[in-house]
C-alpha cells in the first residue's frame, strides 16, 4: 500500500472534467513539490505536470495541477478518448529521503 | 534529443545478480541526476534509487538497500545499476529517468524499459 493515497480509478465522458486526488502527509506532500504522469497504455511514463502546478511544453491546457496542505488534484478538463490512461501522483518523502508514488488512477473514457 | 536507452535485463534465479544500464545522450549527463523506476507486472510504479549529477549522493527505496547499487559513469554518459540478492519480487520493467536538476526533481524522461524476470 502506498503512502500516497490515489483512488484507483476514475471515469468520465468525453468532453467532461475529471478530478484525480493525492492524499499524503505532511512529510510528502505537505513539505514538497508534487509531480503528475501519464502512462499510456503499453508506454513508459510521461512528465504531465511538475512543481504542483507547472505543465511541460507539449501538455495540453487541459491538464492542470493543483495542491492544498497535504493533498494535491489533477484536473482534466474537455476529456478525450487519447486520455485514456493511467496517472501517478509523486512527491519526495522527508524522513524516507526517498521519492514516493501514488498507486495510480486508471482512467476510463467512456 | 534526449534519449535513454536501458539494457541488462534478463532471466536470473533467486539469488542471482544483474547490471542494468542506460546509456544516455541529448544532454549534459552530469548535470543531472538520473533515477531507476521500476514497474512489476500489471502494477504500479515504484521508485528504486536515485544518483546526483556528480555521483556524490545516492538514495535508495527501503525494500533494495544493502542489495542494489546505482552509479554512473559521467564520461560514457552511462547509468548503472547493479542488482544482487535478487528475489521473485524484484521481477519488474526498470525504467531510467532523467531530473530536471542536478539532485531529486520532476522525472522529465524516461526510457522505455529493460524487462528483468527473477525466476527457478
Known amino acids: 500500500q502506498s503512502v500516497l493515497t490515489q483512488p484507483p480509478s476514475a471515469s468520465g465522458t468525453p468532453g467532461q472534467r475529471v478530478i484525480i486526488t493525492c492524499s499524503g502527509s505532511s512529510s510528502n506532500i505537505g513539505s514538497n513539490y508534487v509531480y503528475w504522469y501519464q502512462q499510456l497504455p503499453g508506454t513508459a511514463p510521461k512528465l504531465l505536470i511538475y512543481r504542483n502546478d507547472q505543465r511541460p511544453s507539449g501538455v495540453p491546457d487541459r491538464f492542470s495541477g493543483s495542491k492544498s496542505g497535504t493533498s494535491a488534484s489533477l484536473a482534466i478538463s474537455g476529456l478525450r478518448s487519447e486520455d485514456e490512461a493511467d496517472y501517478y501522483c509523486a512527491t519526495w518523502h522527508d524522513s524516507l529521503s526517498g521519492v514516493i508514488f501514488g498507486g495510480g488512477t486508471k482512467l476510463t473514457v467512456l | 534529443e534526449v534519449q535513454l536507452l536501458e539494457s541488462g535485463g534478463d532471466l536470473v534465479q533467486p539469488g542471482g545478480s544483474l547490471r542494468l544500464s542506460c546509456a544516455a545522450s541529448g544532454f549534459i549527463f552530469s548535470s543531472y541526476a538520473m533515477s531507476w523506476v521500476r514497474q512489476a507486472p500489471g502494477k504500479g510504479l515504484e521508485w528504486v534509487s536515485l544518483?546526483?549529477?556528480?555521483?556524490?549522493?545516492?538514495s535508495y527505496a527501503d525494500f533494495v538497500k544493502g542489495r542494489f547499487t546505482i552509479s554512473r559513469d559521467n564520461s560514457k554518459n552511462t547509468l548503472y545499476l547493479q542488482m544482487n540478492s535478487l528475489r521473485a519480487e524484484d521481477t519488474a520493467i526498470y525504467y531510467c529517468?532523467?531530473?530536471?536538476?542536478?539532485?531529486?526533481?520532476?522525472?522529465?524522461?524516461w526510457g522505455q524499459g529493460t524487462l528483468v524476470t527473477v525466476s527457478s
Open positions: 544518483i546526483s549529477g556528480s555521483g556524490g549522493s545516492t
Open positions: 529517468a532523467k531530473s530536471s536538476a542536478a539532485y531529486y526533481s520532476e522525472l522529465d524522461y
